[in-house]
């Protein structure tokens, strides 16, 4: 009997997981990406077999490139070269900045991710190999040896909604032993994003921690809520299953989200040791998020105190029946009368809601509405976003 045992056992361990020990010691050992100590960043890849391998990515310079019909277009794109042992290479030729980079890999014309990196992100429907050169604003999006807070996934009942809804709430170090109350930020996301896409691809934890540990920013809380109100939670998050991601565009931006919003605060300043009042709540978003923030905080003009629009879209559909967008100009001037500790609005250059917020700053300008403006470069990324909120919290209840 302890014969059989130990056959047994000799087979579970050496014999089925065949993939197991392949997975822990098969094939070459490439490293991928390498970060230099110049701040340039070789990636690589063992296919033998391939065809053609290619990289793409923000890390990539943007050029035109031709494609089979003759036309061309402008991408982040790079050949890869393939040495004798099989193994394709590709160093970027000047150093990157330190940022948070996101890329993938194109093998034989098929976007797959890095298999030599396990550090991957999710946005909307795709997913990223990523990774983070030093020494710069990247510090603020690394795991440093600061005291660190606590990310909850939690759930909530709309009855505007008709639905149970998944949130993320970040308490900063000590929330738990201080028995102090806390301001709350409220950090909506973009179209296509969930309450999965601030925490992931915006950094808010480690941004928040290294603010936080430096003293650049005041303790507080960060809620970061599913703005899409058709939506009860993040894709394999929610009984719908592990079905592939969808969206309904005609009930993100009508008005539902905003009526139902004042039940996410409720819950969180039942749930949580807030501040439970104007001066302690703050809300920004990006895009989609963005003009959640303008509209919420306009039709709740005694809610929120400090308002951010990162990227925002701005003015709503028309034809659209709800009181949520009626007269807004009007619900903004009541928003100013009632005075506000920050309207922060921050854009890059070249987004394609930059005209749009030209025109809102020349309407907040036009009636006098005090305001600080962010103008970066680039368009409507990740990057800017997180540059923003790092911006943007060491700004809030001081």
């Not at 604003?137 to 795991?143: E, R, S």
């Not at 058709?230 to 079905?243: I, K, L, R, T, Y």
Request: charge should be negative; include cysteine.
């Amino acid at each position: 009997m302890k014969r059989f045992l130990l056959a047994a056992l000799s087979v579970a361990i050496c014999g089925c997981p065949a993939f197991a020990q392949q997975a822990l010691w098969g094939g070459p050992q490439v490293v991928s990406p390498q970060i230099n100590d110049d701040n340039t960043v070789t990636f690589r890849l063992y296919a033998p077999e391939a065809q053609s391998v290619q990289v793409t990515g923000d890390c990539i310079k943007e050029k035109t490139v031709s494609l089979a019909d003759g036309s061309t277009r402008s991408a982040r794109l790079e050949d890869m070269v393939r040495n004798g042992e099989g193994v394709w290479e590709y160093t970027v030729p000047e150093p990157l900045a330190s940022e948070l980079y996101s890329y993938n890999l194109i093998v034989d014309g098929v976007k797959v991710t890095d298999p030599s990196n396990v550090y991957m992100i999710r946005d909307v429907a795709s997913v990223f190999s990523v990774f983070i050169v030093d020494g710069g604003q990247g510090d603020l999006y690394k795991v440093n040896d600061v005291p660190h807070g606590t990310v909850s996934r939690m759930w909530y009942h709309s009855d505007v909604l008709d639905m149970d809804r998944r949130l993320t709430v970040y308490t900063p170090a000590g929330y738990e032993d201080s028995g102090r109350k806390y301001p709350v930020l409220y950090l909506l996301h973009g179209m296509g994003g969930d309450e999965e896409a601030w925490i992931s691809l915006g950094r808010t934890a480690q941004i928040l921690d290294n603010l936080i540990a430096q003293g650049k920013a005041e303790p507080m809380i960060v809620v970061m809520p599913n703005g899409n109100a058709w939506q009860d939670a993040a894709p394999g998050e929610s009984p719908v299953g592990m079905v592939p991601p969808m969206m309904d565009r005609q009930k993100s931006m009508e008005g539902s989200y905003e009526t139902s919003f004042p039940e996410i605060v409720s819950f969180i300043d039942s749930r949580f040791r807030t501040v439970p009042k104007k001066s302690g709540r703050a809300v920004a978003g990006l895009s989609m998020g963005g003009f959640h923030s303008l509209h919420i905080s306009c039709y709740y003009p005694d809610m929120f105190d400090y308002v951010g629009l990162f990227s925002a879209a701005i003015w709503p559909r028309k034809g659209l029946d709800t009181p949520v967008y009626e007269d807004v100009e009007s619900q903004i001037a009541r928003q100013f009368s009632k005075g506000l500790s920050l309207y922060y609005i921050a854009i890059g250059d070249q987004d394609f809601l930059y005209n749009d917020n030209c025109s809102y700053r020349d309407f907040l300008d036009r009636n006098g509405y005090p305001y600080e403006y962010v103008e970066s470069g680039e368009g409507h990324i990740w990057k800017n976003w997180r540059i923003y909120l790092s911006d943007f919290v060491p700004r809030l209840f001081r």
